[in-house]
């Protein structure tokens, strides 16, 4: 099945400073989705970007289909950032998400 | 709009019992996707129902099983309870295609 990589698995950050967390996928896929998993368990949709680009306040993120990796940009952090970040992808014809491993972000003031 | 929403939130059940774990969708949604978390074995896929029938599975015993009713609420049931099914699950619904999923808030097991 498809693989999906995520680096770096964790990341500490000041305030204030910017990040950029990838997901890289071993094949082609329909669907593309970043996910911030709460403190409390739940998934909250970032984007959903099998290609392009979108921006959505102090996130953007990239999609490079052909090259088979997708970029998640977080400027300005704030301590509400602190969480794991999980990049998802689809592939065939059934709702079914593989997940990579996650990014655990730390922001500290 | 409604988001997904799983009852029970939370529960403890103790080994041998088995448990059933609710999804409704978002209103118009046919597809509902469950998924297991552990820190082990990351996020994954348990099964897939569209439309009442099982349209893709993952790699799981036979004693995770599920359904999906016709109004598309979903339930999906573990049976023999183990230790190592202490994990949070989460269902997810979408249109059926491929497009965007969304998740519901899990569904945290214990089991002693």
């Known amino acids: ?10 990341l500490i950050l000041q305030e204030g400073a910017n990040s950029t967390l990838r997901c890289n996928f071993s094949d082609s896929v329909n669907n593309l989705q970043w ?3 709460n403190p409390w368990g739940q998934l909250i949709n970032l984007f959903y970007i099998p290609s392009g680009t979108k921006q959505n306040g102090r996130l953007s993120a990239t999609t490079v289909a ?3 990796y997708s970029l998640l940009y977080i400027s300005s952090s704030q301590t509400t950032d602190s969480g794991v970040y999980f990049c998802a992808v689809l592939t065939g014809t059934a709702s079914k998400l593989t997940f990579g491993t996650g990014t655990r972000l730390q922001v500290t003031l | 709009k409604a988001g997904v929403t799983q009852t029970p939130r939370y529960l403890i059940k103790t080994r041998g019992q088995q448990v059933t774990l609710s999804c409704s969708p978002i209103s118009g949604h046919r597809s ?3 998924y297991q978390q552990t820190p082990g074995q990351g996020l994954q896929f348990l099964f897939e129902y569209f439309s009442e029938t099982q349209r893709n599975k993952g790699n799981f015993p036979g004693r ?3 359904r999906q009713f016709s109004n598309s609420r979903s339930e999906m049931n573990v049976s023999t309870l183990e ?4 994990a949070l699950y989460l ?12 998740f ?3 569904s945290r097991l214990t089991v002693l």
């Not at chain 1, 099945?1 to 964790?10: A, H, K, L, N």
């Not at chain 2, 230790?83 to 202490?86: A, F, I, P, Q, R």
Request: hydrophobic letters at 25%; glycine letters at 20%.
């Open chain 1, 1 to 10: 099945g498809i693989q999906v990589e995520q680096s770096p698995p964790d």
């Open chain 2, 83 to 86: 230790l190592g099914d202490s």
């Open chain 1, 66 to 68: 052909t090259e088979r």
């Open chain 2, 104 to 106: 519901g808030e899990g």
């Open chain 2, 91 to 102: 269902c997810a619904s979408n249109d059926g295609g491929n497009g965007e999923l969304f």
């Open chain 2, 64 to 66: 995770f099983s599920g």
């Open chain 2, 32 to 34: 509902v996707s469950w």
């Open chain 1, 35 to 37: 996910f911030h998993q």
